[in-house]
């Protein structure tokens, strides 16, 4: 049990990791949108609005992953990789855009 124990932490921490590297991209982006022009400047933000709701997305699966019980844990965590991937493609699909 403690070596199942030890792995949903270091999940939760690489996890959180990737969370907080995507949070600083998101916000890097927000400033290039910023430099923008007007005309381009809807579509960046419209780009951004959804980046941001997948994030939230993948944030809330996250936290559920981190209340689970060990029983639920493998269940909450294909929830949290499936929020995880869409987050990915969101974040690639806007950062070829800029």
Request: aromatic share 8%.
């Amino acid at each position: 049990m403690k070596l199942q124990e030890d792995t949903k932490k270091a999940y939760q921490e690489k996890a959180q990791a990737q969370l907080n590297l995507l949070n600083a991209q998101i916000d890097e982006l927000k400033l290039q949108v910023e430099l923008t022009k007007a005309d381009a400047k809807v579509e960046y933000q419209e780009r951004l609005v959804q980046l941001s709701r997948k994030r939230d997305e993948a944030q809330l699966k996250f936290q559920e992953l981190q209340q689970s019980s060990e029983q639920a844990w493998s269940e909450v965590k294909k929830g949290f990789e499936a929020a995880w991937m869409e987050l990915n493609t969101a974040w690639k699909n806007a950062q070829s855009k800029f």
